[in-house]
């Protein structure tokens, strides 16, 4: 009878190929089920993988009327689900420990009950994160339940060597299932809040009460500075005071960030200079832009390229005309112009903080000197097919909102 087991290896083999006939982490010649694990994967797969793992397993045994493997798929079923739980809360505790959020731990290496405790009783200082951890806490105490340390939904018999949910006998799998589609979502909103969250903290855009993303719901909430005089401010500012249930301090601190902050005052109708770069000269850039870059009509079909003499002598056009665009603002432009439209349209184009604006300028300054080459700077520029519609879209987060209008019409 033939062996059904992983052959034999040789020590030779073994030596060449540790995983050759392994009986799980042997690699066929067809690739398309290799999973990235280990050095290829990353903690987050694990988040994800628990999570979908139940809620799979929980949709299959309902749609497909599995009943006589309901019994024992729904313990994998639900400890895959506290399993994530744990997980995601661990995931945001060392990340909010790392940036100082946190100050400790929370006690007990698999108590997921005292991990949500930590995180609901902590100042995070951002609402969308308080609201994810407040949501989170009816799985955690359910799961915590019936399950305090990690052990009783994988074991039968408990670390006191007595039966593993002794006090329930049933479990529905279609509230679970309904459950843990709610569940999952929470657990991604939290992932991702934590993630952005601490990035924003870097912006220092924030109070010790609210984040940034809360600072900019209430300038979006506030009326216009012209306006903070009239009833409507004190009317606004109650709305804002009982939304995050701050004192008249804690509402104090946040204007002073609002009021100085180039997005934020200019969504509370406050305007902001640009460092080098006057309104007028900015529009004179733009209309040169366009020379090379006429508008195109809304319907205007796709230009398509016939090599013949026509052809040849509109790009021969085409190239004088950019020559002396570029030769233009040459001529126009300083160095430190240059960089702060550079900048500019860096800003509109990737979406970064504007926080970071006046770093990037130095930055951008620094590099030109070195590069010591204006008209190249300003080539790569005019070559840019987005270039107005980046610099449209990064004015107003730099406080200019007017001028974004302006130059939206050429």
């Known amino acids: 009878m033939a062996d059904a087991g992983p052959k034999a290896l040789s020590p030779s083999t073994i030596d060449d190929d540790p995983i050759a006939g392994d009986p799980f982490f042997s690699l066929p010649d067809d690739s398309d089920w290799n999973a990235c694990i280990g050095k290829q994967g990353n903690e987050e797969n694990y988040i994800d993988g628990y999570i979908e793992a139940a809620s799979e397993l929980a949709n299959a045994v309902v749609d497909k009327k599995m009943y006589s493997q309901r019994d024992t798929l729904v313990l994998p079923i639900l400890y895959n689900a506290r399993h994530a739980v744990e997980l995601v809360q661990k995931f945001v505790i060392t990340r909010l ?17 005292s991990h949500w405790q930590l995180l609901s009783g902590a100042n995070l200082g951002d609402e969308e994160l308080h609201h994810c951890i407040a949501a989170l806490g009816p799985f955690v105490k359910s799961l915590a339940r019936i399950d305090d340390d990690g052990q009783e939904l994988r074991y039968h018999l408990n670390r006191e060597e007595e039966s593993s949910l002794a006090t329930y006998s049933l479990a529905n799998l279609e509230v679970i ?164 439209l550079e900048t500019i349209y860096y800003l509109g184009r990737d979406q970064w903080f504007p926080e970071f604006y006046d770093e990037e300028i130095k930055g951008t300054i620094n590099k030109h000197v070195l590069q010591n080459d204006s008209r190249q700077q300003i080539l790569h520029l005019m070559t840019k097919a987005n270039f107005l519609d980046a610099i449209t879209a990064a004015l107003p987060r730099l406080g200019r909102p007017s001028l974004a209008a302006r130059i939206s019409q050429l």
């Open 177 to 340: 299932r309904a459950s843990l589609a709610t569940l999952s979502k929470l657990i991604s909103g939290l992932r991702y809040r934590t993630i952005d969250y601490i990035d924003e903290r870097r912006t220092g855009a924030s109070t010790s009460r609210l984040s940034r993303r809360d600072l900019m719901w209430i300038a979006k909430t506030m009326p216009p500075l012209n306006r903070w005089t009239e009833d409507v401010f004190d009317k606004q500012k109650q709305v804002v005071k009982e939304h995050f249930g701050l004192s008249n301090t804690q509402f104090s601190k946040a204007l002073d960030v609002i009021k100085v902050n180039r997005e934020m005052k200019a969504l509370v109708g406050g305007e902001t200079s640009l460092h080098f770069l006057p309104d007028d000269l900015l529009v004179c850039v733009l209309q040169q832009w366009r020379k090379r870059h006429p508008r195109r009509e809304p319907n205007q079909d796709p230009a398509i390229v016939i090599f013949d003499k026509k052809t040849f002598e509109a790009r021969r056009e085409d190239t004088r005309i950019f020559g002396e665009v570029v030769t233009a603002l040459e001529k126009l432009l300083t160095n430190e112009q240059i960089a702060e």
């Open 97 to 113: 420990l790392a940036a100082g959020v946190l100050r400790s731990r929370a006690p007990g290496g698999h108590n997921i009950l």
